[in-house]
């Protein structure tokens, strides 16, 4: 099976706090908590069925695209966002606590 992951569209349910995204009747998920203008993503769940098709990854990006735009910053505890973030520098100054390069601090 294949996604085109250009036509899934991510919602973020508020209700209970994650992005998610249905595909094939599975819903892959993201979890948040949001505490002023802190979002601490604490979980990402992908069903079996739809591993390594870039669901995750769609999914992170989304999140950090949304926290972006609303003036969050970011503390990530789930590892998988971790891990996104790792290879996505342009999300780094939306992490709370980021110095930037050539920091004192």
Same mark, same amino acid.
Request: aromatic residues 8%.
């Given at each position: 099976?294949?996604?085109?992951?250009?036509?899934?569209?991510?919602?973020?349910?508020?209700?209970?706090?994650?992005?998610?995204?249905?595909?094939?009747?599975?819903?892959?998920?993201?979890?948040?908590?949001?505490?002023?203008?802190?979002?601490?993503? #604490? @979980?990402? $769940?992908?069903?079996?069925?739809?591993? +390594?098709?870039?669901?995750? &990854?769609?999914? !992170?990006?989304?999140?950090?695209?949304?926290?972006?735009?609303?003036?969050?910053?970011?503390?990530?505890?789930?590892?998988?966002?971790?891990?996104?973030?790792? #290879? @996505?520098? $342009?999300?780094?100054?939306?992490?709370? +606590?980021?110095?930037?390069? &050539?920091?004192? !601090?």
């Amino acid at each position: 099976m294949s996604v085109d992951l250009d036509s899934l569209a991510v919602r973020n349910n508020e209700t209970e706090k994650r992005f998610e995204v249905e595909v094939n009747g599975q819903m892959a998920l993201l979890e948040y908590i949001r505490a002023g203008q802190n979002i601490t993503y #604490t @979980h990402t $769940e992908v069903p079996v069925a739809l591993k +390594g098709m870039g669901i995750g &990854g769609k999914l !992170a990006r989304h999140a950090l695209e949304f926290a972006r735009d609303n003036d969050l910053k970011v503390i990530p505890i789930c590892p998988f966002v971790t891990s996104y973030l790792r #290879t @996505h520098p $342009e999300f780094h100054h939306i992490v709370f +606590g980021y110095k930037g390069k &050539g920091s004192s !601090a």
